[in-house]
């Protein structure tokens, strides 16, 4: 069984050596290598440690996001059948830069791998503000891409399926501000209807991506996903945002990923999870 010393990754030498005091004399002119004061993880240990405990233990915002992310880590890392890869496995992927705001990391991936597999039509389910659309669009100049998303406000009340998200998104209505009257909006068709009962009928077989991202409920996401597996052209691709946030879609994910093949993953340090029937990983 592996010592807690083994277990604790070593942030100076890489040997994860517990601290050794610092024996400098007074007629020591400069420490000899072995003397200068080293920092590892044992040393840190109980600030660490003790600081998260008590974080933990106070009520507040900070507890409970220091718990939400114990959580999110715990179920990426414990997931049946999602295995997770690192964003450095993707083939390529080191090579493409693509241009976006740095507050959502996971479209930044999500653009780069959409214009690594090189695709040219673009289904997304759930438009919000536009975000991905805007930067989908900006950064892969020959794509087209639908999104969809609820006619109005009043829709939620409505819904087919367990909507998610009711406080954060039905407050207001900007769905597709921040591509509205850009150059990429000639290249964007806003479709709107609830998912659950939309006719994704004339699309089927055409999209090289569809981008998951309404509802996170178990029920949406699995006639999302079902709707999404046909729209898929030959190669391909399915991208679910918010795959570590939301139990519903954990679980459905990790229950389709039983039965698919090629498998589905996981980008660590996204919330995406994806199923491609392109080669897409080393
Ligand atoms: C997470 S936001 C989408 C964010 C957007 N994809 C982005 O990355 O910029 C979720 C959106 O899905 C929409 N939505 C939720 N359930 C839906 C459904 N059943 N059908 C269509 N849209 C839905 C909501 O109205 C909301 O605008």
Redesign the pocket.
């Given at each position: 069984m592996a010592t807690a010393d083994q277990l604790l990754p070593d942030v100076t030498d890489g040997k994860g050596s517990k601290p050794q005091p610092n024996r400098i004399t007074p007629g020591d002119k400069q420490p000899r290598a072995h003397e200068i004061p080293r920092v590892t993880n044992w040393s840190i240990l109980p600030t660490v440690a003790g600081g998260a405990a008590r974080r933990m233990a106070r009520p507040g915002p900070e507890g409970r996001l220091l718990l939400k992310h114990l959580w999110i880590e715990a179920k990426r890392h414990s997931a049946p059948n999602l295995r997770n890869v690192r964003v450095d496995e993707i083939s390529g992927l080191k090579e493409i830069t693509v241009t976006g705001g740095v507050s959502r990391y996971c479209?930044l991936v999500l653009g780069a791998l959409a214009k690594l597999l090189a695709c040219r039509t673009i289904f997304?389910?759930?438009?919000?503000?536009?975000?991905?659309?805007w930067l989908l669009a900006h950064n892969i100049p020959d794509v087209h891409l639908w999104t969809?998303?609820?006619p109005d406000l009043e829709a939620a009340d409505h819904?087919t399926f367990e909507?998610t998200?009711r406080d954060e998104?039905f407050t207001h209505w900007e769905?597709g501000a921040r591509y509205a009257g850009t150059p990429e909006a000639a290249r964007i068709t806003q479709l709107f209807?609830?998912?659950?009962t939309f006719d994704f009928s004339p699309y089927k077989g055409k999209m090289d991506l569809v981008y998951i991202?309404?509802?996170h409920s178990y029920s949406?996401a699995k006639s999302d996903t079902e709707a999404a597996l046909q729209l898929l052209s030959p190669g391909g691709t399915v991208v679910w945002?918010d795959y570590t946030y939301y139990p519903g879609l954990f679980a459905y994910l990790n229950e389709l990923a039983a039965t698919l093949e090629p498998p589905i993953v996981h980008i660590l340090d996204t919330r995406l999870a994806v199923y491609s029937r392109k080669r897409w990983l080393r």
């Open positions: 479209h997304e389910i759930g438009t919000y503000r536009g975000e991905a659309s969809l998303d609820l819904m909507l998200d998104y769905r209807g609830d998912s659950g991202d309404a509802s949406y945002d």
